[in-house]
């Protein structure tokens, strides 16, 4: 079953504008991942907040995490058209955190 | 090896056969995972190695599915008498340990049954 759930499922915004992208999960988590894919193939890990952190930034990335709410959002500032890719949310919860529960991922398009 | 690698990276089989998917972690990561994801689909999780054993293999789909993993390093995946549902991209992934700091992909199979 899915844990997370990105909303919205497309964006499509001109190069140069912020992107936000929102995750909610059901359960309680030891942490929460963001990772982007192209076309289809490998991920790439972008970022990682524990349970206990509010905020994170890594470059143009902020990824924020409301526990109360099970919410956490990605935002990315200055999109460029290379930022063109599918953002997965992953959920770890449980004794040992080791199975990453992801959802279906929003599709951002960067418009140059 | 510097990252993930997954092989083969497209296999197209017939309905009926046995396919062997391969995946050579990062050296020293302890932990390996299986994901399967359907087109236009999350990642679903299938197995979890930590070293040689799988303490979780939950996620197979079927008893048709099975996987292994040898001196802590390269796993196989294997679907036996595939069938179309089995179409997807299979995805490898590897973390230095059972917490879970962050995996590092492979590049996936694209598995297609016709």
């Known amino acids: 079953s899915q844990q997370g759930e990105e909303d919205p499922q497309a964006l499509s915004i001109q190069e140069g504008e912020n992107a936000t992208m929102n995750c909610s999960y059901k359960?309680?988590?030891?942490?929460l991942q963001w990772y982007r894919q192209n076309s289809g193939r490998g991920l790439v890990h972008l970022i990682l907040?524990?349970?206990?952190?509010r905020e994170k930034h890594s470059g143009r990335l902020r990824v924020t995490l409301d526990t109360s709410k099970k919410s956490s959002s990605l935002l990315i500032t200055a999109s460029r058209a290379a930022d063109t890719a599918s953002y997965f949310c992953?959920?770890?919860?449980?004794?040992?955190?080791?199975?990453?529960?992801f959802g279906k991922g929003t599709k951002l398009s960067v418009i140059p | 090896g510097a990252g993930v690698s997954q092989s083969p990276s497209n296999k197209v089989t017939e309905k009926g056969k046995d396919v062997e998917l391969r995946c050579d972690p990062i050296s020293g990561h302890t932990a390996l995972y299986w994901y399967r994801q359907r087109l236009g689909q999350g990642l679903e999780f299938l197995i979890y190695f930590q070293g040689n054993s799988a303490p979780d293999k939950s996620g197979l789909p079927s008893d048709r599915f099975s996987a292994e993993r040898t001196g802590e390093s390269v796993s196989t995946l294997t679907i036996q008498r595939t069938q179309q549902e089995d179409s997807a991209v299979y995805l490898c992934a590897s973390s230095l340990g059972p917490q879970v700091y962050g995996y590092t992909f492979g590049s996936g199979t694209r598995l297609t049954v016709v």
């Open positions: 992953a959920t770890a919860s449980g004794a040992g955190s080791y199975q990453l529960t």
């Open positions: 359960t309680s988590i030891n942490n």
């Open positions: 907040i524990r349970s206990n952190e």
